[in-house]
């Protein structure tokens, strides 16, 4: 069914309920993690989010969780949204969270929260006619430079991984995980910087993120100092999640020492769990996941608050199509957004929508335009990883 609301300024807009949210997990090409016990692809990482209404209008969403945790979850949130204004993002967001938080804050339902968010921002964009970041309070930029997010090897075959994609465009690079800090050879993870570096060569931009939120994470504080000042000697910009992710005190102190940007906060959850970081000075750059931290709401919320701060703001939303579109709508957003992550190659992202994000010949993403979020999601693609993925659509 196609809606006849479409376009009409809010003044207009008749009432948009919703009658039903669905969510698929995506399978069977999940991109490895670097994890040291690893995403195999078959496993469910990221779900797909739809939030159908009685005007025709469907808003999508994406959750960085298992899909089976985020199908269980709306049952349980079922009896809170359903029926609910399909045009109010913030507050039936925030009447979840208020309603739930006894089950677990920061958890499934927290992360099942945020897809639900996002699609409701689309949802408005669509039956205004306006873009999310039109939404948000109007565009600073209509492009934004994307680091390709790689895992990290060793040295040769970094080296020829850089090299692929800067053929293809790239002029940003984050390399993290796999080995580094994890083989206990200093050598190593310095050798796999430099080969990055020389082949990203000096007119690129190269980041490092060691990944620390992985399970039994073995180094503390003096790795990092030691490793920041390994990384400052090969211009790399930002170290991210070089510590355990509740080590504040040590965030803080490492901040202090490091030569070169302190990043993280992509596994913090809701705007409140950001303060204390925020406000002792842990980052230089705050990085939190619009798919799992409480959705666009939170994630606005967040990034003016670091801009308030003096913190840079990049989005995490890296993990699917739908999160990328979510971050380069809040890349416009904001006064001081240099990048967004991309991962390089992953089938989530240039294979499930109708129109693929295409680098310009300066390296950047053009920021989508079209109502809500700016993209639209591709059936036919989407049956690669869902069974049946017509649930998420009304009119088929």
């Known amino acids: 069914m196609k809606s006849n609301v479409v376009g009409l300024s809010p003044t207009k807009m008749p009432a948009i309920k919703i009658t039903s949210i669905v969510a698929e997990p995506l399978r069977g090409e999940s991109p490895k993690g ?5 995403i195999q692809s078959e496993d469910s990482i990221h779900a797909i989010i739809a939030v159908h209404t009685d005007a025709g209008i469907t808003g999508y969403g994406s959750v960085f969780t ?11 949130l079922c009896p809170l949204y359903k029926g609910e204004s399909a045009i109010e993002p913030e507050r039936v967001s925030e009447k ?18 945020s897809g639900i968010d996002m699609a409701l921002w689309d949802i408005l964009g669509k039956a205004t006619g306006m873009s999310v970041s039109k939404l948000l309070g109007g565009d600073y930029r209509t492009r934004v430079q994307p680091y390709c997010s790689l895992l990290m090897a060793e040295p040769d075959e970094m080296r020829a991984t850089i090299r692929e994609y800067k053929a293809k465009g790239f002029r940003a690079f984050k390399i993290g995980w796999g080995p580094f800090g994890r083989s206990r050879d200093y050598n190593l993870d310095e050798a796999i910087v430099a080969a990055a570096r020389e082949a990203a060569e000096l007119d690129s931009k190269l980041f490092v993120d060691a990944g620390a939120s ?13 490793t920041a000042q390994m990384l400052s000697d090969y211009a790399v910009e930002w170290f991210e999640e070089p510590l355990r992710p509740d080590a504040l005190s040590d965030y803080v102190e490492l901040r202090k020492q490091s030569p070169v940007q302190i990043a993280g906060g992509e596994v913090l959850t809701r705007r409140q769990s950001f303060l204390p970081w925020l406000m002792q000075g842990a980052f230089d750059i705050v ?12 994630q606005r919320r967040i990034a003016w608050m670091a801009d308030d701060l003096g913190v840079k703001y990049v989005g995490h939303g890296w993990n699917t199509a739908l999160g990328v579109a979510a971050d380069l709508q809040m890349a416009a957003a904001f006064p001081n957004v240099d990048y967004v992550e991309f991962i390089g190659g992953s089938a989530y992202v240039d294979g499930i929508v109708a129109t693929p994000f295409v680098l ?20 036919n693609k989407l049956a690669r990883f869902i069974p049946d993925p017509t649930t998420l659509f009304q009119d088929l």
């Open 34 to 38: 670097g994890w040291s016990t690893e």
């Open 66 to 76: 298992d899909g089976r945790l985020v199908q269980a979850a709306l049952p349980v």
């Open 96 to 113: 979840l969270h208020q309603n739930t938080f006894w089950m677990g804050r920061g958890g499934t339902l927290t992360h099942t929260i």
């Open 214 to 226: 992985d399970a039994y994470w073995p180094n503390g504080l003096k790795w990092a100092i030691r």
């Open 287 to 298: 990085q939190p996941d619009v798919t799992k931290v409480g959705g666009i709401s939170e």
């Open 360 to 379: 310009d010949d300066e390296g950047y993403l053009t920021i989508p335009n079209a109502p809500g979020l700016g993209v639209e999601l591709d059936a």
